[in-house]
C-alpha cells in the first residue's frame, strides 16, 4: 500500500487549499483514513478522520468549521477541504490508514500501518 498526498502550497492568510490522497494498493473506500499535521519543533497532531462505513468524521478543535474531510470513491482518493487557513496551520500534512474501519474519538492515538510522504502547507502573508 501506498499514500501519496498532494495540494499543499503556499496560501495567505483566510485562503483555502485542498489536500488529495490517493492511494496504490488499497481501496480507501474500505477504510478509515485520517489527516496529521506537524509543524516546526512541535508535535505531530491529529487533524482529521474519516470512517468507512458511515462516513462519520472527527475534527480536531483548532479545524472543526473551517476544515471538511471528505471520500471521492471514483478517484480513489480521501481529501481534506482547508478554508480561512491561519498561520498556525503551517504544518506538513500526512495521510494515513490501517486496518480499521472505524474513526472514534480517540482515533489520534492509534497506530496507523501507511503514511503518505507529507505536503507542506504554508500559511504566510
Known amino acids: 500500500v501506498q499514500l501519496q498526498a498532494s495540494g499543499g502550497g503556499l496560501v495567505h492568510p483566510g485562503g483555502s487549499l485542498r489536500l488529495s490522497c490517493g492511494a496504490s494498493g488499497r481501496s480507501l473506500r474500505l477504510y478509515a483514513v485520517g489527516w496529521f499535521r506537524q509543524a516546526p519543533g512541535k508535535e505531530r497532531e491529529g487533524v482529521s478522520c474519516i470512517s468507512a462505513r458511515d462516513q462519520s468524521t472527527y475534527y480536531a478543535d483548532a479545524v472543526r468549521g473551517r476544515f471538511i474531510i471528505s471520500r471521492d470513491n471514483a478517484k480513489n482518493t480521501v481529501d481534506l477541504q482547508m478554508n480561512s487557513l491561519k498561520p498556525e496551520d503551517t504544518a506538513t500534512y500526512y495521510c494515513?490508514?490501517?486496518?480499521?474501519?472505524?474513526?472514534?474519538?480517540?482515533?489520534?492515538?492509534?497506530?496507523?500501518?501507511?503514511w503518505g510522504q507529507g505536503t507542506l502547507v504554508t500559511v504566510s502573508s
Open positions: 494515513v490508514t490501517g486496518l480499521r474501519v472505524l474513526c472514534t474519538s480517540d482515533w489520534h492515538r492509534n497506530e496507523y500501518d501507511h
